[in-house]
């Protein structure tokens, strides 16, 4: 789970990339952007704006960034169908709310304005359909990463700041399993019981007091025995990478997201290529599809694309125009059966959303909240389904560290909770 929040941050292209790729082109949207804003251009702002909305795939943010820039130009209705339609995606601008943003203060008299504050009420209420499996029982975990090893019926999660993996049994009795070789956060982790392997990933977070300064912006795949969690390879990822999320192709290669560099690698026989270096700016945990050349890529400010991982190819899942449900945000994805099950610590609320897909995969027929705005869900990060059982990582202890990994002041770390929705 390496989050870019690419509407406020500098993007640097990794060096891994050609160019141009999405990452530039976002960058030189947002340069101009800014110029224009600066420069007092109304029109420049607003169209750079809407360049950006169209890069990012209808990303939430970036069409309230359109109602902004059309208020400033003075086109309230037009500010008002964007506002109207971020609103729609189940989204809430809380400082719209408490009224301590005035940008749309022009607006705040028309029955239009009044019917998004209502949805804003609406997309804040609590929603709970699943129920809480067991706790883990350290505070101190940070849980990132979640899988299920058959054979001993237990699940294995990573360890952000203890930095290691624990086996725990559905009761929630935990034992270590396997501690980061080089003492990194571990955020990835895929069991793999047909060959009796456990691979995850360590990561030398930039700027996480976690790992060693020196280590900053390293990352490595792990390869352990399933059995006994020794350690049986390692392999180093490219510099200034962060190999946060990862899925099993059916040979059992291990397919990357790098988070921070934007590449989507493959590693075979202790080697990693890459399949797609320009289309990704974050991407997150793939999901495989039952083609065994496809793979479903969240991507954090994107959405979801269709990867190809023959030849790199890809293409963004399609959704009703103008859409409804927000794609961005994901950093755990599923696909069980048609169904994508999304947790989703990007968007506001956060929330754990279910999508049935269409018979071609390709197009979003219908969504299910799971979990919504709930004192208990925090950040929820990763899941997986067991059966026709889906557990996922609610409370997982990011909502409580800065950028840094310390605790916020006046926060403290809460046990993880694993929650489990029966998928019907």
Not at 89 to 102: A, H, P, Q, R, Y
Request: charged share 20%; with cysteine; aromatic share 6%.
């Amino acid at each position: 789970m390496v989050r870019t929040l690419a509407l406020t941050a500098v993007i640097v292209a990794s060096a891994f990339q050609s160019s141009p790729n999405a990452r530039d082109d976002l960058a030189e949207l947002r340069r101009q952007a800014h110029a224009a804003h600066q420069s007092g251009d109304k029109n420049g702002y607003l169209q750079a704006a809407i360049k950006v909305q169209k890069l990012l795939n209808n990303y939430p943010l970036a069409i309230e960034s359109v109602a902004r820039a059309y208020t400033e130009a003075g086109n309230s209705s037009q500010a008002l169908a964007s506002l109207t339609q971020f609103a729609q995606m189940d989204e809430v601008d809380k400082t719209i709310v408490d009224g301590s943003d005035k940008i749309f203060t022009p607006l705040s008299g028309s029955s239009g304005y009044k019917t998004v504050l209502d949805l804003f009420a609406t997309n804040s209420t609590p929603i709970s359909t699943a129920e809480a499996a067991f706790n883990l029982p350290d505070a101190g975990i940070v849980a990132e990463d979640i899988d299920y090893d058959p054979a001993s019926k237990s699940f294995l999660i990573t360890s952000v700041l203890q930095k290691k993996i624990i086996r725990v049994a559905p009761s929630g009795a935990a034992a270590d399993f396997a501690q980061s070789p080089h003492h990194w956060p571990m955020l990835a982790i895929k069991v793999d019981s047909a060959r009796h392997l456990v691979w995850a990933t360590e990561v030398a977070l930039d700027g996480f007091t976690a790992a060693p300064k020196a280590d900053w912006g390293h990352s490595a795949v792990l390869c352990f025995d399933l059995s006994s969690g020794k350690l049986l390879h390692r392999v180093e990822g490219p510099a200034q990478s962060a190999l946060g999320d990862m899925v099993l192709a059916q040979n059992g290669d291990p397919i990357l997201s790098d988070g921070s560099g934007g590449g989507i690698y493959r590693l075979t026989h202790a080697h990693l290529s890459l399949i797609n270096g320009t289309d990704f700016i974050s991407p997150q945990t793939p999901a495989p599809l039952p083609d065994p050349n496809h793979v479903l890529v969240p991507d954090y400010v994107r959405g979801i694309a269709i990867l190809d991982l023959q030849n790199g190819h890809v293409e963004w899942l399609n959704h009703d125009q103008p859409p409804t449900v927000a794609l961005n945000g994901v950093d755990g994805l599923y696909f069980h059966r048609g169904t994508l099950l999304l947790t989703q610590n990007g968007t506001s609320p956060e929330r754990v959303v279910r999508l049935q897909l269409d018979a071609s995969l390709a197009r979003i027929l219908s969504s299910q909240i799971i979990e919504r705005a709930t004192p208990t869900l925090g950040d929820p990060t990763h899941g997986v389904v067991v059966g026709d059982t889906f557990y996922y990582i609610a409370n997982s202890g990011w909502s409580e560290l800065d950028d840094h990994g310390a605790v916020k002041p006046g926060s403290r770390l809460t046990p993880a909770r694993i929650m489990r929705f029966e998928i019907h």
